[in-house]
């Protein structure tokens, strides 16, 4: 697996978590990022997205103010820092590499096996 989702968990409502994605090829320094989650029964949907420098981000209404997606290039890793997490948020959690524009799952790769985020109310 080259992107390895990690950091979810079982919160309550209202608190935060931090999503790490880490490429383990090395091969996303130069590629715009995103996350992307699914809940149970619903479709893959975006959340977030980085541009390769880290310097334009793009998020889903439904996140917007909430989370912050990063990136460290130097460790190959991405972020997606969640606040004020609600029931809603609950989904696994997954992150790509862009290689097409948009926030279409088609324009991304390598998705790996996501990390599970379960909010309670």
């Known amino acids: 697996v080259q992107l390895q989702a990690s950091g979810g968990g079982l919160v309550q409502a209202g608190d935060s978590l931090r999503l790490s994605c880490k490429d383990s090829?090395?091969?996303?320094?130069?590629?715009?990022m995103g996350w992307f989650r699914q809940a149970p029964g619903k479709e893959r949907e975006f959340v977030a997205s980085?541009?390769?420098?880290?310097?334009?981000?793009t998020y889903a209404d439904s996140v917007k103010g909430r989370f912050t997606i990063s990136r460290d290039n130097a460790k190959n890793t991405v972020y997606l820092q969640m606040n004020s997490l609600k029931p809603e948020d609950t989904a696994v959690y997954y992150c790509?590499?862009?290689?097409?524009?948009?926030?279409?799952?088609?324009?991304?790769?390598?998705w790996g096996q996501g990390t599970q985020v379960t909010v309670s109310s």
């Open positions: 790509a590499q862009r290689i097409g524009p948009g926030p279409g799952a088609s324009m991304y790769r390598y």
């Open positions: 090829k090395r091969t996303s320094s130069n590629n715009g």
């Open positions: 980085i541009s390769w420098r880290g310097d334009s981000t």
